[in-house]
């Protein structure tokens, strides 16, 4: 793997998330901000937060397939949540989780998450885009 994931002990530990990832490859991959459709556009979990979680990180790591990667190689993600507000938490993780448990992925690399306004259509609750580094 070309990504390594980091918590330095003068940083909270939240896992399963890292603060922090050292990358060594020498390609980098720029995956654009992920909905939860599946390949024909049709919206995967309409109304469910959880649901739509997982398959915007299933649809980054099939993006990173298509490139010869996998979600270990992800270095950094961006997740933009509709409407965000800290209760949402408990849904974001359990998508989160059920994600890693099909890509078989933990921990979580450096995130930055931000509350939206709205999305491309107004049944998409998140968006994740992510940036990975492949040998």
């Known amino acids: 793997m070309a990504v390594t994931l980091v ?7 939240v896992d399963p998330y890292r603060q922090v990832s050292v990358a060594t490859g020498s390609r980098l991959v720029f995956v ?16 469910d937060l959880a649901r739509q979680v997982e398959q915007c990180y299933l649809n980054v790591a099939a993006a990173l397939d298509a490139v010869g990667g ?10 933009h949540v509709v409407d ?22 933990l921990p979580v690399p450096p995130a930055t998450l931000l509350g939206a306004a709205a999305l ?14 492949l040998d």
Do not use: C, Y
């Open 7 to 13: 918590n330095p002990e003068a940083l909270p530990a």
């Open 32 to 47: 654009a901000g992920q909905v939860s459709w599946d390949a024909q556009g049709t919206t995967i979990g309409a109304g």
């Open 70 to 79: 996998s979600f270990g190689d992800v270095a950094k993600l961006t997740v």
């Open 84 to 105: 965000w507000t800290p209760d949402k938490m408990p849904l974001l993780m359990e998508g989160i989780s059920r994600a890693s448990a099909v890509l078989g992925t």
């Open 120 to 133: 491309d259509v107004p049944e998409h609750l998140v968006e994740v885009e992510a940036v990975a580094v």
